[in-house]
């Protein structure tokens, strides 16, 4: 069944309005009357229930090497969220109103006493090309293979995958535009109509086989405007020119960035940046696990995320909870350990070591008490639970071997080993894959 429940025609009369009204998807109470709105995924309040307002909340919870003074921290929470609100919520009857909650835990996480001096010195190369500059090129450097002509950078990338030239195109557009609240929504807008276009796309053969990346923008832009075309009577139009500069300077940011890709960039600039995040990740790790604490006195990071998990559990609503990496660590403590009367509905783990983690026994609640031999269950009052995972992640580990009920799903960031654990939440098309999941 899926989480919006099964949607079927039936008839429900509030005692209160006296109104009888044709209805189906999440259950919602008004007063004391169980009504249920007629479209929960129109992705917008339903005009026919304007008394009904779906507000079910997602938690996401980061994983490790996350601060809140890193710039690409809130560009890509300003995203992330924007694209759960156009993909995952009208999947699940969530209104497109409703907020993402995203408990930040790494202010409690690793600090590094003498400022990270015990790093090789790399400092030059990251200033000659600057902050943003320097992670665009490192992106860059993951995301694009050397190709003879850097006018084809997306048409050769079609030629492998279209989807993945979309999710490439789009990365770079999201980049530049998604830099606050409005402008990420109106880039999942963008993002959400290219996705949907990937199957037309792709049995066309128009963007592998355009003679460059112009052209290959031209025809997509061409068929965003089709899609976009106001209905007949209707006077509702979307994109138009903000789409085509929106994908245009992507295209031109793509250019810039790849064009700077010489060979010892690309191994320094990479070198430097793996270096430092596997400090952060290593830090954040032995941190966490030597201060999460007990049942009776949890650590900071523990007690943020489980507070944050039930400030946003209301009474009879479902509940989505999404951890990426270490985050999913973190929610199984919490919620099989610090928290067990906490009821998630959905628990959505991408690219994580909860796996690993059991089979070290450093699950929170196999060292609090002796753990079975067999199986482990699903943590505490969890309902479901998919646990999505990309094989070039080295990062990444299944758990439908080690607990009863959980899925694993494999999904393709279309990144080398380096950058497909960072890329989940980059790529439209994994937002498409967790809707498909919910309405099921």
């Known amino acids: 069944m899926s989480l919006r429940a099964r949607r079927r025609s039936d008839i429900e009369a509030s005692r209160f309005t006296g109104r009888v009204r044709r209805t189906g998807g999440l259950l919602r109470t008004v007063g004391n009357a169980a009504l249920r709105c007629c479209s929960p995924r129109v992705g917008r309040q339903c005009p026919d229930c304007p008394d009904l307002e779906v507000r079910v909340p997602i938690v996401f919870v980061h994983g490790v090497a996350n601060r809140d003074d890193d710039w690409a921290y809130q560009s890509d929470r300003f995203a992330r969220d924007a694209l759960f609100q156009r993909y995952v919520h009208p999947a699940a009857g969530i209104s497109t109103k409703a907020s993402v909650l995203s408990p930040y835990w790494g202010g409690r996480a690793a600090t590094f006493r003498y400022d990270h001096v015990s790093l090789p010195d790399q400092a030059t190369l990251v200033e000659d090309f600057g902050g943003e500059d320097a992670d665009e090129l490192a992106l860059a450097a993951h995301l694009v293979e050397p190709v003879a002509d850097p006018s084809r950078l997306v048409v050769e990338v079609a030629r492998r995958s279209t989807a993945d030239a979309a999710d490439l195109l789009l990365t770079f557009t999201g980049l530049g535009v998604a830099r606050d609240e409005r402008s990420a929504q109106a880039f999942a807008e963008l993002a959400f109509r290219v996705t949907e276009l990937v199957p037309v796309l792709d049995a066309s053969g128009e963007l592998r086989t355009a003679k460059d990346d112009d052209e290959a923008l031209g025809l997509l832009i061409r068929r965003l405007e089709v899609s976009a075309a106001p209905a007949a009577g209707s006077d509702e139009s979307f994109g138009g020119a903000d789409w085509y500069t929106d994908l245009g300077e992507g295209l031109m940011r793509l250019r810039n960035v790849a064009g700077r890709l010489t060979g010892r960039a690309v191994m320094e600039l990479t070198r430097a940046s793996m270096h430092k995040k596997v400090a952060l990740f290593l830090g954040d790790v032995l941190t966490y696990v030597n201060k999460r604490g007990t049942a009776d006195d949890p650590g900071p990071i523990p007690r943020i995320v489980g507070d944050e998990i039930s400030a946003a559990r209301r009474d009879g609503e479902p509940l989505i909870v999404v951890a990426h990496s270490m985050g999913g660590n973190i929610v199984y403590d919490v919620l099989s350990y610090f928290r067990p009367d906490l009821q998630v509905d959905v628990l959505v783990t991408v690219g994580s070591q909860v796996g690993l983690f059991a089979e070290l026994g450093l699950l929170r609640v196999q060292e609090d008490q002796s753990a079975p031999a067999g199986r482990l269950r699903l943590p505490g009052r ?23 009920g959980a899925k694993d799903t494999p999904y393709s960031t279309g990144r080398g080993l380096l950058a497909a654990h960072a890329a989940y939440f980059r790529t439209a098309s994994f937002y498409q894959l967790v809707a498909r999941y919910l309405e099921r």
């Open 382 to 404: 969890t309902v479901r639970w998919l646990n999505v995972l990309d094989l070039n992640d080295a990062l990444a580990f299944a758990t439908d071997q080690i607990f009863d």
